[in-house]
C-alpha cells in the first residue's frame, strides 16, 4: 500500500489544473467530479445510465452539479483525518488534509457499503 500512495502522491501534486476524480462501477468510468475555482462539478457519464444504476444520493441525474463545497455523498466517503490511524498515514505521506479529491481517492476509494470506487486521473 505504501508504494502506491507514494506514487499517486508523486504523480498528483499539482499546481494547477487540479485533477480529476473519476467514480468507477466494476472498472467503468459512470461519472466524475471536478474541483474548480468556484467549487465543484459532478457529472454523469453515459455509462451510468447503461448500467441502470440509481443516482447517487443527492446528485439528479441528467444534470451538472455545480456546488462551493463538496457534495455530500462524497463528503461522506471522506475519511476522518482525526483518527489515529488516518492521522498516521496523513503524516506519513504528507496528504494534504485539505486536498479532498486526493483523500478521496487514497484513503476514501473503496468502501464495504458501495459499489463504486475512486480513481484520480490528470486533467
Avoid: C, W
Amino acid at each position: 500500500m505504501k508504494k502506491t500512495i507514494q506514487e499517486l502522491l508523486l504523480k498528483y501534486r499539482y499546481q494547477a489544473p487540479p485533477p480529476t476524480l473519476k467514480i468507477l462501477y466494476k472498472g467503468t468510468e459512470v461519472a466524475e467530479l471536478k474541483r474548480e475555482a468556484e467549487g465543484y462539478v459532478f457529472r454523469y457519464l453515459a455509462a451510468f445510465k447503461e448500467h441502470g444504476l440509481e443516482p447517487l444520493p443527492g446528485l439528479r441525474f441528467g444534470e451538472e452539479h455545480r456546488s462551493p463545497v463538496l457534495p455530500l455523498y462524497f463528503k461522506e466517503r471522506l475519511p476522518d483525518v482525526h483518527r489515529a490511524d488516518v492521522r498516521r498515514i496523513v503524516t506519513q505521506f504528507g496528504i494534504p488534509t485539505n486536498d479532498k479529491l486526493l483523500l478521496l481517492a487514497t484513503l476514501g476509494k473503496h468502501t464495504i457499503t458501495d459499489p463504486f470506487e475512486f480513481q484520480l486521473t490528470a486533467a
